[in-house]
């Protein structure tokens, strides 16, 4: 069969600088704001005329930074505990027979001028630099379905309870991003409530530090019984 190459439109500019620490899904944490550059020949305003009325978009882009792994028949996904394993087209899981991931996203403007066009986006699960090859306007009367059923995967992951920050963490924020440093506080803590851990610490729980590169900086927690400890941040630049 002849199957047209696919040729990125758009390039997603987002905080998340590795694979470790983002949700599994988009809109898990609506906060993480990504622009959408488009690139040329695909950047003209014509192409996206229209899509300014609609609050949400389903994206298509490619798994970019693991295109050289193997896929196989299936996987473990992290809300099975990492130890069962159900088919890889049962999953959402990142390593397919073609690397494509869907995310349906929140639209909060579109931008047009002679420089191109940027779309901004929230809730997004996609790394810093991820190709886009697609984007779809969300129909709720056709993408919607409430009465669907969702398998393993049926209800919203549980969340952290408690998240908290070092003192020194805190001020290091602030003097990082003076001013903004409530609202990144609050963004890593409701990342963090996400319990990006591999579901095997869980069961095998022991005082590890975890980290993340978030924006431009480090982010360094332990995990205390059913409490989240931010221990540092520290600037990259
Ligand atoms: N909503 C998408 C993605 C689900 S998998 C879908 O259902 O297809 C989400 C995980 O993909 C994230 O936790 C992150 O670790 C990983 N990821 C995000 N962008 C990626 C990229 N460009 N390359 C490889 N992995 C990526």
């Known amino acids: 069969m002849n199957v047209p190459s696919l040729d990125p439109i758009g390039i997603v500019h987002s905080p998340f600088r590795e694979k470790f620490g983002i949700p599994r899904q988009s809109r898990l944490v609506e906060g993480v704001e990504a622009t959408l550059e488009l690139l040329p020949p695909y950047n003209r305003p014509e192409a996206v005329a229209g899509l300014e009325t609609f609050s949400h978009l389903w994206l298509i882009f490619l798994f970019h930074a693991h295109l050289d792994a193997p896929w196989r028949p299936t996987v473990r996904p992290p809300r099975l505990g990492g130890n069962r394993r159900v088919g890889v087209f049962a999953s959402r899981a990142p390593y397919r027979p073609n690397p494509l991931g869907l995310s349906a996203v929140t639209l909060s403007a579109v931008e047009t001028n002679e420089n191109g066009v940027r779309l901004q986006l929230g809730g997004v699960d996609l790394l810093?630099?991820?190709?886009?090859?697609?984007?779809?306007?969300y129909?709720?009367?056709?993408?919607?379905?409430p009465e669907a059923t969702g398998g393993f995967a049926s209800t919203t992951p549980g969340t952290h309870a408690k998240v908290v920050f070092s003192n020194?963490?805190?001020?290091?924020?602030?003097r990082l991003y003076p001013g903004k440093e409530k609202a990144?506080?609050?963004?890593?803590i409701q990342l963090l409530a996400l319990d990006p851990r591999p579901s095997y610490q869980e069961k095998h729980p022991q005082q590890r530090i975890f980290g993340m590169r978030f924006m431009d900086f480090d982010c360094r927690w332990v995990v205390e019984g059913d409490t989240t400890r931010v221990l540092s941040i520290v600037s990259c630049t």
């Open 128 to 137: 810093d630099g991820t190709p886009v090859v697609d984007i779809k306007p």
């Open 139 to 145: 129909l709720p009367y056709a993408d919607s379905i």
């Open 168 to 174: 020194e963490a805190l001020s290091e924020l602030a």
């Open 184 to 188: 990144i506080a609050d963004l890593l």
